[in-house]
Structure formats: C-alpha cells, structure tokens
C-alpha cells in the first residue's frame, strides 16, 4: 500500500482565511496582533525553517535562528501583497520565501567576490562625472522603487488573469533585488522567471510587455517634471 503524501500541516487553509482577515482588519491593531500571533507568525516561522533548510544559502553571513527571523519579517512585510484570488498563499509565501534566500544569498556572494579583490582606481577618477551618474542612479531607483509600488497595488487592474498576475508578482519580486541581478542576461532572467511560474515564455512576454508599458509612460512624464514630481 502506497504511502500517503504529508500535508503541509502547518500551513493549511485556515492560514489562508487568517491572512485574509488580517488585511481586512487594518483598523484593528488589537485584533491584527491576535490574528498574526495565533495563526500566521507559527505559519511563517515553520515555512521559513523548511525553505532555509532546503536551499541552504551558504553565503549569507547570518546564524540560522537570525536569517529564519529577517526572511519570517520580510513575509510579515508582504502580508498585504497577498491576492487569494491569485491561489493559495502557501505557494505564494514558498515563492518569495525562495526569491529572498536566492537573492540574499547572491548578494553575500557578491560581498565575498568584492572583499577578495584588491582595486585602487584613485588615480583615475572624475569626481564630477560620479557625483553626476550618482545623482542620477538615485534618481532611477527612487522611481523604480515607487513603480513597483505602483504596480503592487494596481496588480488586479492592470491584469485580470490570475496566470498574469502570478507572473506580474514574479517579475516586480525580480525588479525589487534588482541590485543582484546586474550579472544575468535577458536570456537567463526568463528562465529564471520561467522556473519559478512554470509558464511557457510567451506568458512571460507578453505581461513584460504590458510592465515595459507603464513603466515608459510614467517615467516620460516623469522626466517631463524634471525628475521632481512622480507620476503615480
């Protein structure tokens, strides 16, 4: 006789119902509080230990017991990125659960490359021309931040599809470590994206198209107000 499968007993459709009505509680820190502790926080923890557990990211430069409270903060974080629409929320926390260890991870071992090397370009320096491209990379990633923003909260909007928006979410998680992603080409991020939706590449294309969209439009009338008043 065929074993069967364990649940993920720690994580069940109540989890789902408590997510909820933690979001639709915000008027309500008393009874948000009660709603995380009983039910999402032990949730939370367990699914960070078994992620941590199964990628086992060697670079991070933290102890188990930290690493599993900053990634149980960070979904603490996204609680309202939740859509139940989308499916279920255990597939969404094991997603962004493994994006940020990935992503943290690639960072660490970026940290460690940088530390190795031993570079002296003093001599050649523009102090002119870096205040500049530094001024201006500021620029960038404060839009880029409030774009993602943008795009988190108008997602049912933009995409009425759950297949969609599942890929939206994928993509904008992507475009929030942006600064970890510097070494792949655009070969590599679809299938990184791809791995990660399990979606054909045209369903991955055609969402990029319509983010790709919105972010030229917003950021033309952002340059229009000469990088001063954004457009969301």
Partial sequence: MARKK??????TRITDIAISAYNKSEHSLALREKIYRRFIYPAFMKLAENIINKVKPDYIDSSFQDLQT????????????????????????????FNYLIAENQKGYAKIKSDALEINVDEQR???????????LETLQYFMDAYIDYCYDNLNYIFTNPTDIHVADSILHIFE???????????ALYIFIRERTGLETTNITRVIKVLKQIYEEKFLAYEQTDFIKLPF
């Fill in 126 to 136: 523009n102090i002119l021309i870096e205040m500049h491209n530094t001024d201006m």
């Fill in 177 to 187: 470590t942006r600064q970890n992603i510097e070494n792949f080409n655009k070969k």
């Fill in 6 to 11: 364990k649940s993920n007993v720690y994580f």
């Fill in 70 to 97: 900053d990634l149980v903060t960070y979904l603490t974080a996204r609680l309202d990125k939740f859509n139940a629409a989308a499916g279920k929320a255990y597939s969404y926390y094991t997603r962004t659960s």
